[in-house]
Nanobody, 123 residues
Framework: VQLQASGGGLVQAGGSLRLSCTAS????????MGWFRQAPGKEREFVSS????????IYADNVRGRFTISRDRAASTMYLQMNSLEPEDTAVYYC?????????????????WGQGTLVTVSS
């Protein structure tokens, strides 16, 4: 499975971006998916995850209420709508396919990773 993340860019604080992640084939449509991010000099951290059917979502505390995860299984695509962006959100954002239908916050729960898309939020 290949994952292609897109939608990153430069935005001012308070602005919005929508990230997309498309899988190369439908493998993973019965798996949870997630977004992680890695800022310069920091470890990769969990952002959000969504269950196989979109019925269950999890958010990191520092993005809850600002970010919204969703997926279109028919299109093998996952989205991350990011609003009220802050300079602290600056990072490379990675999408991933989990090993199971429901997944949590651990990197070890995920088996396939995209290449990442850079989000830069200026103050």
């Amino acid at each position: 499975v290949q994952l292609q993340a897109s939608g990153g860019g430069l935005v001012q604080a308070g602005g919005s971006l929508r990230l997309s992640c498309t899988a190369s084939r439908r493998t993973g449509s019965n798996n949870a998916m997630g977004w992680f991010r890695q800022a310069p000099g920091k470890e990769r951290e969990f952002v959000s995850s969504i269950s196989w059917n979109g019925g269950s979502t999890i958010y990191a505390d520092n993005v809850r209420g600002r970010f919204t995860i969703s997926r279109d299984r028919a299109a093998s695509t996952m989205y991350l709508q990011m609003n009220s962006l802050e300079p602290e959100d600056t990072a490379v954002y990675y999408c991933a396919v989990a090993r199971s239908s429901y997944s949590g916050r651990s990197l070890a729960d995920y088996q396939y990773w995209g290449q990442g898309t850079l989000v830069t939020v200026s103050s």
